[in-house]
């Protein structure tokens, strides 16, 4: 059983390659219209009075998030390339939410990582509006690796709304049933 | 043999019975598990290869020529940056901390790594992975719960 973070717990923990150095920090976590949602991570330094580091973490080269290092093959999992999202363009200051069937549920405050080797993107951390049956203002919802994307916002399945949780405790059993129950409606589909 | 029964022995010529250095710490290969020489100060080193015998007492070479510079990438590093693996910090490859290296058992003959001692586990040499200025990163054990 892997453990739940959200990918801002991960700032200030070290990026580390399997050679055994730290080659920077998570300074910022970074988030797009993209399939892939989490893009990367921008870096800064470990050492005193040392800046932002001018490379980034591509989420698809990070090789493990631990409890106490973000691991990486080797030096070169670094990009010089700035992460953006695949619509290019104009950057998005606010990532959207909506269902499939047409529900907005808010903006995405953050995501929430399954830790490991490979680790893994496994639910979104959504600013939802307050209204009566809410008060909490967050909503907590499970999904599957790669999202769907619209032109303005990240899709997730209507049916993801039943899992949603407010808090990580609750997360981890309802992101593994709802996933079961996925696997099985994609199965069926095929 | 284990590295802590070596570490601030004399090195000593075996054709004149001199003591031309002192071991500080040894030097290790993590890509081929094996300890390649030890270096005595933060310019030089002595390799295993020129290591005639190792004893209870001293490490024996045959002549002062056994102390040289740091020729390769991997050996400028462990002599320049004063790179070690007891008492580092543990990573395993998923990232986690684990208790700290307390020694290295390895074949004087070869510098094979027999095992990396933890202050609570054994592993094998071949779980090595890597040795930075960090940590001393290991395969994350399986006989604990990712």
Do not use: C
Not at chain 1, 50 to 71: E, I, K, Q, T, Y
Not at chain 2, 17 to 32: G, H, L, N, S, W
């Amino acid at each position: 059983m892997s453990v739940l973070v959200l990918a801002s717990d991960l700032i200030g923990r070290p990026v580390v390659t399997l050679g055994g150095d730290d080659i920077g920090e998570v300074k910022d976590v970074v988030l797009g219209l993209d399939q892939a949602v989490l893009l990367g991570f921008t870096l800064r330094g470990r050492r005193t009075l040392s800046g932002p580091l001018d490379r980034v973490l591509p989420w698809s080269n990070v090789r493990a998030v631990g409890r106490d290092a973000v691991m990486i093959d080797h030096e070169a999992a670094l990009s010089d390339e700035p992460l953006t999202d695949s619509g290019a363009g104009e950057p998005v200051l606010r990532l959207d939410v909506v269902s499939d069937a047409g529900n907005h549920l808010g903006h995405l405050r953050d995501v929430v990582i399954a830790t490991g080797r490979p680790p893994e993107l496994v639910g979104f951390d959504i600013a939802t509006e307050l209204s009566e049956g809410d008060s909490t203002g967050r909503m907590l919802l499970p999904v599957n690796e790669m999202v769907a994307v619209s032109e303005r916002a990240l899709v997730v399945p209507e049916a993801a709304r039943s899992f949603a949780q407010r808090d990580l405790t609750g997360f981890g059993a309802g992101f593994t049933q709802y996933r079961d129950q996925f696997q099985a409606v994609d199965h069926a589909r095929k | 043999m284990r590295v802590s029964d070596i570490i601030g022995h004399p090195i000593v010529t075996t054709a004149a019975a001199e003591e031309i250095a002192r071991v500080a710490t040894p030097i290790v290969d993590p890509a081929q598990h094996r300890v390649i020489g030890f270096r005595i100060n933060d310019e030089e080193m002595v390799p295993l290869d020129a290591v005639e015998a190792i004893g209870d007492e001293a490490v024996m070479v045959r002549t002062p020529d056994a102390v040289r510079l740091p020729t390769t990438t991997l050996e400028q590093r462990w002599v320049h940056e004063r790179l070690d693996v007891v008492d580092r910090l543990v990573l395993s490859d998923e990232g986690n901390e684990l208790a700290a290296v307390e020694d290295i058992e390895f074949d004087p003959s070869t510098g094979v790594i027999e095992a990396v001692v933890l202050e609570d586990r054994r592993l094998t040499g071949d779980e090595l992975v890597g040795v930075g200025a960090f940590a001393v990163v290991v395969q994350a054990p399986t006989d604990t719960p990712r």
